[in-house]
Structure formats: C-alpha cells, structure tokens
C-alpha cells in the first residue's frame, strides 16, 4: 500500500490552534472508522493521541480533536504549547489485517 | 502499569539473520493481537507485521514477507520477529505494539525500541 499523504510540516503560535491533514484512498481511510494518530517526540516511542477517528485515550489533552471527511482525516490541536513540538503520524486500516501509515508531519511551535 | 520491552537488535551483515523479542507485562498479553512496526533512521513508521491473540492469523508487509516471521509465546508474554535475508533497507528502529482484542485497530502503547542496522 502507499502511504498516506501528510503535510512535511506545519506551524503555529503558542495559544493557536493547527490542523494536520491525513490523505488517503477509498481503500484505507474512506473505507474505515480506524484511523488512529500518533505523536513523537526526538528519540522517542510514539504515543498513541486519537483513535477511531475522533477519540482519545484517557490522559490525553482534550486540545487534541479529530475528524475525518470522506478520504481525509485530520487532526486539529487548540491552545498550542511548547509541548506540542513534535511529530506526528496518521495511521489507517488499509484491509486484511494491513495498516498504512502516513509521512509524519513535523510540528513547530513558534 | 502496562509495559512492551524489546530486545535482540544489534548489527548484522547483508543477508544475516536476528531475532527481536518483545516482554510484554501488566495486561493480559493472551488476550490482545500484537504489531512490529518500524522507523528508519530519520524517516517515517512503517507497519511490518501482526499477529492474533491466538497466532492463529498473521500478515506481513509487503516489504518484509517471505523473509520475516512473526510468533507469540502466550505462557511467556512475549512477542517475536525472525529476520531473515536482512538487507540494508530493514536498517530501523523496530517497535513492538499492542494492539486489538478482537482485531487490528490501533496501538496502544509501543516499546521503546530496538535498533536493527544492516551493514557490512
């Protein structure tokens, strides 16, 4: 499978709100509610942020939102902080037990 | 608290062999399907394998079948991947996940890692 499309990066302000865009194909994320979303810090494990689309795992920040439209899943954070600088990494059911990743996005906070 | 270990990366030539082992604790590791997935160094996560609470039902990865496998041990709560004909692009980080109870879903949490580099 081809990974899913993902901004390389995006910016934003301490106290704004970004949204990281995740693109797939009818075949993972417009045919699936499993669309999960990943946040990594340098020399990390990932952390699981949101999944089945739009919820979050207990302890998770409820400046974490996401939403899916069609082939597109995003996800939004609200009242940036510092803490936020990271990457972060769209995941999608793709079918026979297979998952798509996509590219990452690298947060920067101003 | 629930915890993923993995062990057994290291350096290995082209065309050698590595095991990695995954200690899993603090949940019922009979109960939950479980994923490798990896990341090369400076790049993004790949799925690389899964396998069912049971290890009756496995998928790999295009990328990886044929030379890799995946098994449980469930008396253990350990999860493993023999690789096989390793080239240089399985050079990566690989993570060992939870993930569904009654099927893939999303994973929850990951290990820290172990470093596979393949290099002659």
């Known amino acids: 499978q081809s990974a899913l499309t993902q901004p390389a990066s995006v910016s934003g302000s301490p106290g704004q709100s970004i949204t990281i865009s995740c693109t797939g194909t009818?075949?993972?994320?417009?045919?699936?509610?499993?669309v999960s979303w990943y946040q990594q810090h340098p020399g990390k494990a990932p952390k699981l942020m949101i999944y089945?689309?739009?919820k979050r795992p207990s302890g998770v920040s409820n400046r974490f939102s996401g939403s899916k439209s069609g082939n597109t899943a995003s996800l939004t954070i609200s009242g940036l902080q510092a803490e936020d600088e990271a990457d972060y990494y769209c995941?999608?059911?793709?079918?026979?037990?297979?998952?798509?990743f996509g590219g990452g996005t690298k947060l920067t906070v101003l | 608290q629930v915890q993923l270990v993995e062990s057994g990366g290291g350096l290995v030539k082209p065309g050698g062999s590595l095991r990695l082992s995954c200690a899993a604790s603090?949940?019922?590791?009979?109960?939950?399907?479980m994923s490798w997935i990896r990341q090369a160094p400076g790049k993004g996560l790949e799925w690389v394998s899964y396998?069912?609470?049971?290890?009756?039902?496995?998928y790999y990865a295009d990328s990886v079948k044929g030379r890799f496998t995946i098994s449980r041990d469930n008396a253990k709560n350990s999860l493993y991947l023999q690789m096989n004909s390793l080239r240089a692009e399985d050079t990566a980080v690989y993570y060992c996940?939870?993930?569904?109870?009654?099927?893939?879903?999303?994973?929850?949490?990951w290990g820290q890692g172990t470093l596979v580099t393949v290099s002659s």
């Open positions: 996940a939870r993930d569904g109870t009654r099927g893939p879903n999303w994973f929850d949490p």
């Open positions: 603090g949940f019922t590791f009979s109960d939950y399907y």
């Open positions: 396998i069912s609470s049971s290890g009756s039902t496995i």
């Open positions: 009818s075949s993972d994320v417009g045919s699936y509610n499993l």
């Open positions: 089945e689309g739009s």
């Open positions: 995941c999608s059911y793709a079918g026979s037990s297979t998952r798509v």
